[in-house]
């Protein structure tokens, strides 16, 4: 049987695509540099001026995951460690090498040899403490207990449980409501058919029936569906039995956790709880009782339920106005040293529940599926 591809090598590409992200945002202003003696592939001064303590440690953790995931995905593969270490550290490497070099052609981003040393050594680190831990028998631990856990070749889906919360962490129309794509997708066509003969064939933001608020009942169901999709995509890719139980369990509390954190930390530690409506505990309790019964069901009927309800929550979030502190959100977090990451955890729900719902579709449709032990 050939081996299943390691889910370090999806943590890894969505890491990098986090770094991509990170370096090169706001992806606007983009020129050819005219000062003298510009070289677009030579990097800036050593250490540019201004240097906090923050960039230092941000710079050289950010790379640490990468360097430590390629270096595991490659042991998993059969690779040697050295192999893994050397090539681990070359992909990450070349990788902030190629970000500071595009960063000549950003005037708001300072290229610096200082930071790609730090992205370079961070990545090392970390490619060095996974062959540490499988020197001494951690990795074969954590593949032990896995094993116990989930179901083989199912990594992009575990993938995809921990991307959930991270998306979480940007303000949803309704609580645990990812995928709200359309309105945006609408007024951008809007403004590209401006001036058109076109002009006006689409619905403005207020015409009736655009982005009106849900009746409590539809508010309700939203939140059901948004929660019952990363939990019966969770019992999608683990065996039937007790054992889901405890990820039903763990993915309640992570979801009120991951909500009240961004709550408090968009409007303030006093507004935490703000996000708890009245049709939020009915929900919670009525998604809980929805999945109970599915924790014997088979993996391929709990990808089906699972579609069914992330489709349905797409139908009712972006049915949804939305957030009416959407704007202030915004300009807030513009404000801080984490609107990078902030606009990534943005890019992350809205794309999750289109991710799973692909994810899900090839599952109930797949016709080899790994036994379910």
């Keep these: 049987m050939a081996r299943p591809r390691s889910l370090a090598w999806s943590l890894a590409a969505a890491w990098a695509c986090l770094m991509v992200y990170a370096s090169l ?26 240097v906090s303590r923050f960039d230092r440690v941000a710079n050289l953790l950010g790379y640490l995951p990468l360097g430590a995931l390629l270096a595991l995905a490659l042991i998993r593969d059969g690779r040697s460690r050295l192999l893994a270490v050397g090539a681990a550290l070359a992909a990450s490497s070349s990788l902030s090498y190629a970000m500071e070099t595009l960063q000549h052609l ?9 930071d790609w040393q730090l992205n370079s050594a961070g990545a090392a680190l970390g490619a060095l403490v996974v062959v540490l831990a499988d020197v001494i028998g951690g990795l074969a631990r954590w593949q032990r207990w896995r094993e116990r ?18 998306g979480l962490l940007f303000p949803p129309p309704l609580p645990f409501g990812l995928g709200q794509v359309v309105v945006r997708l609408r007024e951008a066509a809007a403004q590209a058919l401006a001036g058109t003969p076109w002009d006006g064939w689409l619905p403005p933001p207020g015409a009736a029936g655009v982005g009106t608020p849900l009746a409590p009942a539809g508010e309700l169901l939203g939140i059901v569906a948004g929660l019952l999709g990363p939990i019966l995509l969770s019992y999608a890719i683990t065996p039937p039995g007790a054992r889901r ?30 996000w708890l409506t009245r049709p939020v505990a009915p929900a919670l309790a009525l998604a809980a009782a929805i999945a109970l019964p599915f924790a014997w069901a088979p993996a391929r009927a709990a990808a089906a339920v699972a579609l069914l309800a992330v489709g349905a929550g797409l139908a009712l979030v972006n049915a949804a106005p939305s957030d009416a502190y959407y704007a202030e959100s915004l300009q807030s977090w513009e404000q801080g040293r984490f609107i990078r990451f902030h606009g990534l955890a943005q890019w992350v729900g809205w794309a999750w529940p289109w991710a799973a719902l692909a994810y899900l579709l090839g599952r109930v449709a797949s016709r080899r599926d790994p036994p379910e032990t």
């Design 106 to 114: 950003l005037p708001r981003r300072v290229p610096s040899i200082y």
């Design 149 to 166: 856990w989930f179901l083989r070749g199912r990594g992009f889906g575990l993938a995809l449980l921990l991307l959930w919360p991270f």
């Design 25 to 50: 945002h706001p992806f606007e202003g983009w020129r050819l540099p005219t000062e003298p003696g510009a070289r677009l592939f030579v990097l800036g001064p050593p250490q540019p001026p201004y």
């Design 245 to 274: 139980l405890v990820l039903l369990a763990g993915a309640i509390v992570l979801g009120v956790s991951v909500t009240t954190l961004s709550t408090a930390l968009n409007f303030g530690p006093d507004h935490a709880l703000a």
